[in-house]
């Protein structure tokens, strides 16, 4: 399984961004899949993700109202809109899913098995 995240770019404070997770290998469709963001210096810390078969998605408080996670299972990829963005935002970005992944796991790293390589975003003020 292989996760390509795209989409990052340098944008100024209240543009939008949307990040593109594609899978190769495997249905996405019946994958947790999660956003998780890393600031220089920082922790990597949980965006976002959505739950295999219905779908439920839950967000960081962060990003709670900004952010929103989608799926295609068509083009087995799922899509990170971000708007507002804010200079707090700015942060490599991976995408990480997880066949396996039970619902108690999927705002922590250690609950996915797949990580795409990260894309940076950048807001500038």
């Known amino acids: 399984v292989q996760l390509q995240a795209s989409g990052g770019g340098l944008v100024q404070a209240g543009e939008s961004l949307r990040l593109a997770c594609a899978a190769s290998g495997r249905t996405f469709r019946d994958a947790v899949v999660g956003w998780f963001r890393q600031a220089p210096g920082k922790e990597r810390e949980y965006v976002t993700s959505i739950f295999r078969s219905g779908g439920s998605t839950n967000y960081a408080d962060s990003v709670k109202g900004r952010f929103k996670i989608s799926r295609d299972n068509a083009k087995n990829t799922v899509y990170l809109e971000m708007n507002s963005l804010r200079p707090e935002d700015t942060a490599v970005y991976y995408c990480?899913?997880?066949?396996?992944?039970?619902?108690?796991?999927?705002?922590?790293?250690?609950?996915?098995?797949?990580w795409g390589q990260g894309t940076q975003v950048t807001v500038s003020s």
């Open positions: 990480a899913a997880g066949w396996s992944t039970i619902w108690s796991s999927q705002w922590s790293a250690s609950g996915y098995n797949y």
